[in-house]
């Protein structure tokens, strides 16, 4: 059994991962901001006040660090940026100065990042090795990524996922599309030819154990499927999972005035992204298609 703290625990891939650990005997303890809402073992920090111990921190094996402000609620105005950037970067510092400094600190930590760092690159197949992009996504992933440098300098090995749109029934992108597209008023965003890097949530649960177990596993790797889509393969594949028509396009110039910046980046941009550090170590994916995963998803 090991010890496993995660941060974001309460988010969409938080809360499956923590029910995946418990299945398979981890003893699993969040860190929280509300210590009124704290369960049996669980730590209290608070990244915006600067606010955990190293003591917190002793005791554990590994930590899942999941925590930083939604991406997708709302225009992307100068305030709301910042508060993306900030939530990232003022959480991974403090728990990294933790981790640096603990006496038996955990061996492991898995930090999230995401697919942002490459930014917009058409067709081209885009791995680990790929330089960032352009645009504020990538400069967030960019310094998210640098933030962890501490810990990996105290020889804690550091694991940076770079999460892809994650695929879920009950959250994410997916659960905003369904509605829609069950009604029959789904379609294409643009053009369509933009690339979706995706990922069901099963396998990006099985992603992070398996990130968490091997050892062989640190620095950047993708947590994305093998076989990313352009958005309009995307929209025809949900619309025959569903038996709906998607005939109804949403035009690049109405998503930009609907939400500004966040549609370009978000939306209609895209990247062909390749899971290769996720292979080369000896995962395997259970839906690696994505009409597989759909069926699977909303059966």
């Known amino acids: ?43 209290f920090w608070d990244p915006a006040s600067g ?8 005791g ?11 991406i997708a609620s709302g225009r992307w105005t100068a305030a709301r940026k910042r508060t993306i950037l900030e939530s990232r970067l003022r959480s991974t510092r403090l728990l990294c100065d933790a981790l640096a400094t603990a006496h038996e600190p955990p ?13 917009n690159r058409g ?28 810990a990996r ?28 597209f069950r009604l029959g008023l789904g379609g294409r965003l643009g053009n369509g030819r933009q690339y979706l890097s995706w990922i069901g949530i099963d396998d990006a649960v099985a992603a992070l154990e398996h990130a968490l177990d091997c050892e062989a596993l640190s620095g950047p790797f993708n947590l994305v499927g093998p076989n990313p889509v352009t958005n309009a393969e995307f929209t025809r594949t949900l619309s025959r999972v569903l038996s709906r028509p998607a005939v109804l396009p949403a035009p690049s110039l109405a998503l930009r005035l609907a939400v500004g910046e966040m549609a370009q980046a978000l939306l209609l941009d895209g990247a062909r992204i390749a899971p290769h550090r996720l292979q080369s170590t000896g995962f395997r994916f259970r839906h690696p298609d994505l009409e597989g995963a759909l069926r699977s998803l909303l059966a």
């Open 51 to 58: 606010h955990v111990d190293a003591l917190d921190v002793e």
């Open 1 to 43: 059994m090991s010890r496993v703290a995660l941060t974001g625990g309460s988010g969409l891939i938080g809360t499956r991962l923590r029910q995946a650990l418990t299945r398979r005997g981890d003893r699993v303890v969040s860190f929280v901001r509300d210590p009124a809402r704290a369960g049996p073992g669980d730590r």
């Open 153 to 180: 300098a105290a020889g804690i090995r550091v694991g940076l996922a770079r999460i892809g749109v994650v695929l879920a029934p009950e959250g994410g992108a997916l659960a905003r599309m369904l509605p829609v």
């Open 123 to 150: 067709e081209a197949w885009i791995d680990e090795e790929s330089e960032p992009g352009e645009g504020f996504l990538a400069e967030v992933c960019v310094a998210w990524e640098e933030a962890t440098q501490v």
């Open 107 to 119: 061996s492991v930590l898995i930090s999230a990042s995401a697919i942002g760092y490459y930014g």
């Open 60 to 70: 554990l094996d590994a930590i899942v660090h999941l925590a930083g402000a939604p």
